[in-house]
């Protein structure tokens, strides 16, 4: 395992100047790094500060957790908090896990490369912090497991490194919220995850976003299906953040694999939103279904990404992305990708990019709202998508979410 962890940590070297191929680059040294005992643990979300929980409650972390199968809490780079409240799911920080399981470094850096760019060389080369989540062969969560990436030093860089496995037959639900403090004017997070899901089992993966107005965030997560596995992924973010660049790529490796990425995006302020998904359709029969939503206004600028490509014969993949632009000053760069190099696949798009229809507004306004509330709710229900895939009581809980988000929109 040190060997392998070492080669990781060569490769690594030689990439920290190396620019990402998407996104504003940035200067990682402007930023600040901590230890990861900063923090001390605690026993339960409850006990942080009310008004932490405040934030955790806005993207979807409930600090009480009556209603969850386990919690991880990551407080700057110190994880705090790593229970499952299931035998049959673990649930430890990534530097406990890499001490009990040798065998673990069979899967790091395996569905990434840890020389993509700066920010993953960077995650490898900084102090170690993340999840390790791993769902025991034919385990069935009832109550999804929560995480929450929380900043509260300002200029802080936080590096995270995460590793989700679903054994065979296997089904797990998760909910990520990711937030900053409110005397958190400036901070940087990376964070690297790693999906492994086997023959016969899902993974629901849904994260909200609420970073400060002057974060910087750049994501990278790989995703490797066997056969007949699912994967789920919800994304929203609709609050105010200075840059994110994120396009998590799903490897449908096995047969009769499935893929589904649903994006809420709402652009606010100066905010810089590079963001998308990629579905490599590489087992036979294997699927995909990306569906974006997106709206701009003031100054916003939000590129809007999707790669599809089908390798093999029998896979299929539609990809869908649709955007508001609310102000003149405000932009949606739309980018639908599909590429097909085998016989007997079916690949699809469709993107669009307008405004809100007057005659909605006119209609709206007729039944005694004003014009600034009938535009509110019409971007409110262009936002508010259908989930898809989830049990009914984590749908039900992942559309709360969204309507939560979408207060501020």
């Known amino acids: 395992m040190r060997r392998m962890l070492r080669d990781a940590l060569k490769k690594a070297g ?60 990551m407080m700057d ?28 470094s069979d899967y790091m850096w395996k569905a990434i490369d840890v020389d993509t760019d700066k920010y993953t060389a960077e995650t490898a080369l900084g102090e170690l912090g993340g999840f390790f989540i791993r769902a025991l062969p034919g385990a069935r969560t009832v109550f999804p497991i ?20 679903a054994e065979e037959g296997s089904e797990i639900h998760m909910i990520t919220g990711c937030a900053t403090g409110e005397d ?20 629901s993966y849904t994260m909200v976003h609420n970073w400060g107005e002057q974060v910087e965030v750049r994501p990278r997560t790989s995703v490797v299906l066997d056969d007949n596995a699912t994967y789920i992924n919800n994304y929203i ?86 955007g508001l632009v609310l102000s003149d000053d405000s932009m949606i760069y739309a980018v639908p990708e599909l590429e097909g190099s085998a016989v007997d696949l079916e690949l699809s798009h469709e993107a669009a990019v307008g405004k809100i229809a007057e005659e909605e507004v006119l209609y709206l306004t007729s039944r ?10 019409i971007v409110r229900g262009f936002l508010s998508m259908d989930i898809t895939g989830l049990p009914p009581e984590l749908a039900s809980e992942t559309k709360r979410m969204i309507d939560m988000s979408l207060k501020g929109m």
């Open 14 to 73: 030689k990439a920290k100047e190396k620019k990402a191929a998407l996104g504003e680059d940035i200067n990682i040294e402007e930023f600040e790094k901590e230890e990861s005992d900063e923090h001390e643990t605690v026993e339960s979300l409850d006990q942080l500060p009310g008004k932490y929980q405040e934030k955790m409650l806005k993207v979807g972390v409930d600090p009480v957790s009556e209603d969850r199968g386990g919690s991880f809490m």
């Open 77 to 104: 780079q110190s994880g705090i908090l790593a229970e499952s409240r299931s035998e049959s799911i673990e649930l430890l920080n990534i530097k406990d896990a890499l001490e009990k399981y040798s065998w673990l």
């Open 146 to 165: 929560q995480a929450c990436m929380f900043i509260g030093d300002e200029r802080l860089a936080q590096t995270v490194h995460n590793i989700v496995i």
């Open 184 to 203: 958190v004017s400036s901070a940087l997070h990376i964070g690297v995850s790693e999906f492994y899901i086997k023959k016969d089992a899902k993974i």
């Open 237 to 322: 973010l609709t609050s105010p953040v200075k840059t994110i660049q994120s396009y998590p790529t799903a490897y449908c490796k096995g047969q009769n694999s499935k893929v589904v990425f649903q994006s809420i995006l709402g652009g606010q302020k100066d905010s810089v939103l590079d963001l998308g998904s990629r579905v490599i359709l590489e087992g036979r029969g294997s699927s995909a279904e990306m569906i974006s939503r997106a709206v701009s206004k003031d100054r916003s600028q939000i590129y809007s990404r999707g790669h599809l490509a089908g390798r093999v014969r029998n896979s299929k993949g539609h990809l869908e992305c649709h």
């Open 368 to 377: 005694g709202l004003t014009e600034e509330e009938a535009a509110s709710m």
